[in-house]
């Protein structure tokens, strides 16, 4: 399990700690206290770092405590963003599935 945020506080993007998919469905799970934030999952087939965007998984996009399955294809990079936080906004995003069996 990869914990992308921990009490997250603060306008973030873990692009600079992303996962790269194991070709295994990923349970992605928000939770915290959102006031007006919302967290963002992206997915792309070259490294964030080389300045890529990717692609916004419209599925991902959180405002209230949830979690999701979706498939990602093996060596796709994962990131997430956390935009619009308010004055009590802490919130955790951690995705499952990305271990060996």
Known sequence: ?????????ANDSTSDNKIVATGRELTVQAYGTWDTATLSVFLSVSDPATGNDGVLLTDLIFTDDGMIAVQVPAGN???????????????????NGQGND
């Not at 399990?1 to 506080?9: A, C, D, I, R, S």
């Not at 990131?79 to 995705?95: E, K, P, R």
């Open 77 to 95: 990079y994962v990131w997430a963003t956390m935009a619009s936080v308010g004055a009590s906004t802490d919130l955790n995003l951690w995705i």
């Open 1 to 9: 399990m990869e914990k992308l945020f921990t009490n997250q506080t």
